[in-house]
């Protein structure tokens, strides 16, 4: 895998937002166009380096990267909401690092803080056409447990979810 993982940093951030940009590129074909420009060109404006400054500072929300020789590879970010749910707002590698298992160790790692924090249950929502992803939640234990058909942008939605212990 060859990729470090590990919490981001305010020296990460100009290289987070580049990831995610590319990460999002990549999905062009995939997901709504208007979608993969709205999402791109909010990135790129100072109201989001000002929310991933404060999400990276903010010791309770869970910002991971993969690093790969000096270079932000993946992400994977998230937080605990009251009551014991964590979410995963976002996980992504960029194309020409997939298949190599960083998105395995990101999400691994997502768990695993999320897990510490107290979470009892992981949830997400991805869609069925982002087949890597699917595979991805699957295949660490996450089940879907709901479906948001045409949701927003008319995207249909799968709600996941990982359940960590019994209550
Ligand atoms: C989903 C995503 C994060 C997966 O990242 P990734 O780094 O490719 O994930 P991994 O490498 O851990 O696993 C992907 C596949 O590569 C395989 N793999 C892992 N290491 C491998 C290696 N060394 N050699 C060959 N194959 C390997 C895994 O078994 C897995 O196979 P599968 O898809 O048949 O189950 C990535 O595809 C992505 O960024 N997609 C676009 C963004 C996206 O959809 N995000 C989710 C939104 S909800």
Same mark, same amino acid.
């Given at each position: 895998?060859?990729?470090?993982?590990?919490r981001?940093?305010?020296r990460?951030?100009?290289?987070a937002?580049?990831?995610e940009?590319?990460?999002l $590129?990549?999905?062009? &074909?995939? #997901?709504?166009? =208007?979608? %993969?420009?709205? !999402?791109?060109?909010?990135?790129?404006?100072?109201? @989001?380096?000002?929310?991933?400054?404060?999400?990276?500072?903010?010791?309770?929300?869970?910002?991971?990267?993969?690093?790969k020789?000096?270079?932000?590879?993946?992400?994977?970010r998230?937080?605990?909401? $009251?009551?014991?749910? &964590?979410? #995963?707002?976002? =996980?992504g %590698?960029?194309? !020409?690092?997939?298949?190599?298992?960083?998105?395995? @160790?990101?999400?691994?790692?997502?768990?695993?803080?999320?897990?510490?924090?107290?979470?009892?249950?992981?949830?997400?929502?991805?869609?069925?056409?982002?087949?890597?992803?699917?595979?991805?939640?699957?295949?660490?234990?996450?089940?879907?447990?709901g479906f948001?058909?045409?949701?927003?942008?008319?995207i249909?939605?799968?709600?996941?979810?990982?359940?960590?212990?019994?209550?």
């Amino acid at each position: 895998m060859n990729a470090n993982i590990r919490r981001a940093n305010i020296r990460d951030l100009n290289g987070a937002i580049e990831c995610e940009v590319s990460i999002l $590129k990549s999905l062009y &074909g995939i #997901l709504p166009q =208007i979608y %993969v420009d709205e !999402s791109i060109s909010y990135l790129k404006s100072l109201a @989001a380096k000002r929310d991933f400054e404060s999400k990276i500072l903010d010791s309770s929300y869970v910002f991971l990267v993969a690093e790969k020789a000096g270079e932000i590879v993946g992400i994977a970010r998230g937080f605990l909401e $009251k009551g014991g749910v &964590g979410w #995963l707002s976002f =996980i992504g %590698v960029k194309p !020409s690092h997939r298949k190599k298992g960083i998105g395995t @160790a990101l999400l691994r790692r997502f768990i695993d803080e999320l897990s510490s924090l107290g979470a009892h249950k992981i949830s997400l929502y991805t869609s069925p056409v982002l087949i890597d992803a699917v595979k991805l939640y699957a295949r660490l234990g996450f089940i879907p447990e709901g479906f948001l058909r045409k949701h927003f942008y008319g995207i249909d939605l799968i709600h996941y979810s990982l359940f960590l212990y019994s209550q």
